[in-house]
Nanobody, 121 residues
């Protein structure tokens, strides 16, 4: 019923920038919080940044000042602008959202399929 589709990953040199996008589609009634997580090889998945429906943001300490999360509620899309990228930012980045579909009152948590970000030194 609901899909989250990420785009924008790729290979970039250290110090470069990338912009990730994640579009939610399906029978969506409302989207609450949206966020980005990442998982590097051999490590646990971690929160990178999150944003509420009202625009309040939260960032991991490791990305503060370098990454910016934003959303377009009209397009059901969340973005992650990543600047000053470091090799340690290399990971698969996953989109996450709390969504209520039109046929239900319960809010469910959804994940995208992930997009690879590789930062070379």
């Amino acid at each position: 019923q609901v899909q989250l589709v990420e785009s924008g990953g790729g290979l970039v040199q250290a110090g470069g920038s990338l912009r990730l996008s994640c579009a939610a589609s399906g029978s969506i009634f409302t989207i609450n919080a949206m966020g980005w997580y990442r998982q590097a090889p051999g490590k646990q998945r971690e929160l990178v940044a999150a944003i509420t429906s009202g625009g309040k943001t939260n960032y991991a300490d490791s990305v503060k000042g370098r990454f910016t999360i934003s959303r377009d509620n009209a397009k059901n899309t969340v973005y992650l602008q990543m600047n000053s990228l470091k090799p340690e930012d290399t990971a698969v980045y996953y989109c996450n959202a709390d969504i209520r579909v039109v046929t239900q009152t319960t809010v469910y948590n959804y994940w995208g399929q992930g997009t690879q970000v590789t930062v070379s030194s």
